[in-house]
């Protein structure tokens, strides 16, 4: 099975602060994604990796940095937090023959 | 713009009855298609891939495309109350599994015991 695993489910922060969502995957893929979800909004991707050290930007990049030093593990960060960044967060990973996304267990994070 | 739409519901039915969900997608070049169920406060799980023109059972789930149509649709049989969550539709943009999926907005389900 695939394991996608965020190291925050609940964060609390402060307008202005740097913050870092953690996410590793042990399968070994290629691809890797950031998406936020909001009500009324749907999924929508931010960032996504094909390799290390390679990103690419998503539909709503702005306001948001990604870090892929591993294979594993990819990392979203919001360099100076703002309240319309309160938000679930969600990391996945993709099976390259089938296209199938997996999802990590999400990062839910409020701006205050 | 790339869309993907879904009736958000909700759509209310007895436990034990048949579910039907529909989506419809804009792009033609698109080749995979995926239902995910979400749990409220949980993320997506992937229920159900298909890639090519008809049914695709598993379980009590049947996933049904009609690429001539643009049309996916889910069907949950002997619904149950724990089938009560958000189903998202997603497609590929394009032809290509590099997981860069476009998603609908989801449909809520409410199953009544």
């Known amino acids: 099975d695939v394991k996608v695993t965020q190291s925050s489910r609940y964060l609390v922060k402060r307008t202005g602060e740097k913050v870092f969502l953690e996410c590793v995957q042990d399968?070994?893929?290629?691809?890797m994604f950031w998406y936020r979800q909001d009500p009324g909004l749907g999924l929508r991707l931010i960032y996504f990796?094909?390799?290390?050290?390679?990103?690419e930007k998503g539909d709503i990049p702005e306001g948001y940095s990604v870090s892929r030093e591993k294979k594993e593990r990819f990392s979203l960060i919001l360099e100076s937090a703002s309240t319309n960044q309160t938000s679930m967060y969600l990391c996945?990973?993709?099976?390259?023959?089938?296209?199938?996304?997996?999802f990590g267990e999400g990062s839910r994070l409020t701006v205050l | 713009q790339k869309e993907v739409e879904q009736n958000s519901g909700p759509l209310s039915v007895p436990e034990g009855a048949i579910a039907s969900l529909n989506c419809t997608y804009s792009d033609r070049g698109s080749q995979s298609f995926f239902w995910y169920r979400q749990y409220s406060g949980k993320s997506p799980e992937l229920i159900m891939s298909i890639y090519s023109n008809g049914d695709k059972e598993d379980g009590r789930f049947t996933a049904q495309l009609n690429k001539a149509s643009q049309y996916v649709s889910l069907l949950i049989r002997d619904s149950q109350p724990s089938d009560s969550a958000t189903y998202l539709c997603a497609v590929t943009g394009g032809s290509s599994n590099t997981g860069k999926l476009i998603f609908g907005q989801g449909t809520t389900l409410q199953v009544k015991p």
């Open positions: 990796s094909y390799d290390v050290k390679m990103k």
């Open positions: 399968m070994d893929h290629e691809n």
């Open positions: 996945a990973t993709v099976t390259r023959n089938t296209g199938e996304l997996f």
